[in-house]
């Protein structure tokens, strides 16, 4: 009969890990959900297909990278953290025109989960 070869152990993840990759799940579902009503509400065209694959992005990169949370590694804390910033960044500059404060809300809680010392101790190790 051959060895048994032992799993290695499951890693739990930190709790802010946890939020974070929860947080991009729901970040990402809620742009994909706003991309594809606005689709149907708006008619299928050219330019609103072009527009609503644009706007849908940020929320196809959040998914992926909530996918890729368990794994660690530096790339996913850098690529989560740029995302993120730009995202906030978009935020701010698009204050102005609507007031849409609430957009900016989502980026900003999952960089200072991201940021937090258990979360760059388990990405960064």
């Known amino acids: 009969m051959p060895p048994v070869q032992k799993r290695s152990p499951v890693t739990r993840l930190p709790v802010p890990v946890r939020w974070v990759r929860a947080l991009l799940y729901v970040s990402g579902g809620l742009t994909l959900l ?4 606005m689709l149907i509400l708006t008619g299928i065209s050219a330019y609103e297909l072009g527009y609503n694959l644009m706007a849908s992005l940020p929320g196809i990169l959040q998914i992926l990278l909530a996918v890729f949370v368990r794994r660690g590694g530096r790339v996913v804390f850098w690529s989560i953290l740029v995302l993120e ?41």
Not at 85 to 100: E, I, K, M, Q, V
């Open 85 to 125: 910033s730009l995202l906030a960044l978009y935020s701010l500059l698009t204050l102005g025109g609507d007031g849409r404060i609430t957009q900016l809300i989502l980026p900003v809680v999952i960089l200072v989960l991201l940021l937090r010392p258990a979360s760059r101790a388990f990405f960064l190790r």
């Open 34 to 37: 706003l991309a594809v009503s």
